[in-house]
């Protein structure tokens, strides 16, 4: 099984600020990684799709970058809505998984 | 637009069974590989199986150790999941989602999810 490991686990950021949240693989995957936002009682949303490419409706301060075993998820000036815990996850091969996610507070 | 409804959760005791149920609407069932993913409370998400467009094809995650099933009827647009030998490590939401292929390359959309609670 791929893991797939975060960092930070937590982040308090203010506004207008950006975020950079890493994913790393326990082995290459190519560019089969995903990142997902989910926000307090909501289903997961798709954001970036094949670690670079836009999920349609994502607003573009979004982007997501890397290949092999490192990837990088950043906002670019933090919205008040973007508070959630985001998700990297891995289709590489199966059994896919997902990382343990990063919650990012709106200080 | 794609809509996604589980159904089927409860409160179950250990040992027992229950089938998920997810109906979908909103684009075409049968050209799209689906997926179940849970959430156990207050912890990350965790993906549970993957069954092919046709049906012919499933994978599923390491722990559940074959006590569960995936499967879907396309006449119906219904997937569905299988849970035998329930534990209370099996407590979460569980949501469908689907691929945005018709065999496996991710998630796209997802359902607001169905809670199994086990317990006795």
């Known amino acids: 099984e791929i893991v797939l490991t975060q960092s930070p686990d937590f982040q308090s950021v203010t506004p207008k600020e950006r975020v950079t949240i890493t994913c790393r693989a326990s082995q290459s995957i190519g560019n089969n990684l995903h990142w997902y936002q989910q926000k307090p009682d909501q289903s997961p949303k798709l954001l970036i799709k094949f670690s670079s490419q836009s999920f349609s409706g994502v607003p573009s301060r979004f982007s997501g970058s890397g290949s092999g075993t490192d990837f990088t998820l950043t906002i670019n000036s933090l919205e008040a809505e973007d508070a959630a815990t985001y998700y990297c996850h891995q289709s590489h091969s199966f059994p896919w998984t997902f990382g343990q996610g990063t919650k990012v507070e709106i200080k | 637009q794609v809509h996604l409804v589980e159904s089927g959760g409860g409160v179950v005791q250990p040992g027992r069974s229950l089938r998920l149920s997810c109906s979908a609407s909103?684009?075409?069932?049968?050209?799209?590989?689906m997926h179940w993913v849970r959430q156990a409370p207050g912890k990350g998400l965790e993906w549970v199986a993957i069954?092919?467009?046709?049906?012919?094809?499933?994978y599923y995650g390491d722990s559940l150790e074959g006590r569960f099933t995936i499967s879907r009827d396309n006449s119906k647009d219904k997937l569905y999941l299988q849970m035998n030998s329930l534990r209370a490590d099996d407590t979460a939401v569980y949501f469908c989602a689907r691929d945005i292929g018709i065999t496996g390359m991710h998630p796209d959309y997802w359902g607001r999810g169905t809670l199994v609670i086990v317990s006795s």
């Open positions: 909103g684009f075409t069932f049968s050209r799209h590989g």
């Open positions: 069954i092919w467009f046709d049906g012919t094809t499933k």
